[in-house]
């Protein structure tokens, strides 16, 4: 089972000791309710390209590297959400970097179009490493694009602008994930969200095992 984290910001980029020290405490936590997953967040969309990613990383590598030897003794693994603060590319480098088995990524498929990223090509990059699916559609048409902190409507899975299907086989085929929440947010006023879960969940349980 996995436990969500607690900081919108999360670690502020590495900024943030104090959401560091609740990390921690969150890995104690999850341990002593028996799960084994954890998602965590680095930062936010107003992290977006506020500075090189070299500069991110040295101090997020660190981090990261000190909370996987921690998760480890836990018995706990730890998830890294790609939430709108850097390219997926630059946190499967982090990952490199860490050389833990305890550490991998959650994809969240909204996240990585708010940012400019293709669908696809992120699932792609993030494959070997995915423990976890934030799994939402969007409307297009609607959304700000060039703002990864704008107005980008959810939809329906299966009825919006992404290639979900497609993302969803490669990442069966090619991944491991122990875990697919459907995510919605910022939905139509007019729309019906249990209507929309429950057509969700029928639509994702196409690609679960």
């Known amino acids: 089972m996995s436990c969500p984290g607690g900081h919108p910001a999360g670690l502020s980029l590495g900024r943030d000791m ?3 020290a609740s990390m921690l ?6 341990a002593e309710c028996r799960w084994d997953l ?3 967040v680095l930062g936010t969309y107003i992290h977006w390209a506020s500075e090189p990613t070299e500069q991110s990383l040295a101090r997020l590598v660190p981090l990261m ?5 921690y998760a480890e003794l836990a018995g ?3 998830a890294i959400e790609t939430h709108c603060d850097l390219p997926s590319r630059t946190i499967r480098e982090l990952i490199e970097q860490v050389g833990s088995d305890h550490v991998g990524i959650v994809l969240d498929t909204a996240n990585v179009i708010r940012i400019g990223e293709d669908l696809l090509e992120a699932a792609r990059l993030v494959a070997p490493y995915t423990r976890m699916l934030h799994v939402k559609d969007l409307d297009l048409s609607q959304a700000d694009i060039g703002d990864p902190g704008g107005w980008w409507p959810c939809v ?3 009825k919006g602008d992404l290639p979900l299907a497609d993302c969803l086989t490669n990442l069966m085929r090619n991944g491991r994930v122990d875990l697919a929440c459907i995510e919605i947010s910022a939905v139509h006023p007019t729309a019906n ?9 029928e639509w994702l349980s196409a690609f679960l095992p």
Not at 25 to 30: E, F, G, L, P
């Open 18 to 20: 104090a959401a560091f």
């Open 25 to 30: 405490n969150a890995i104690d936590r999850t």
């Open 38 to 40: 954890i998602r965590v």
């Open 65 to 69: 590297t000190q909370a996987a030897q």
């Open 76 to 78: 706990v693994e730890l």
């Open 156 to 158: 329906t899975l299966g």
């Open 193 to 201: 969200e249990d209507d929309m879960i429950a057509s969700s969940l």
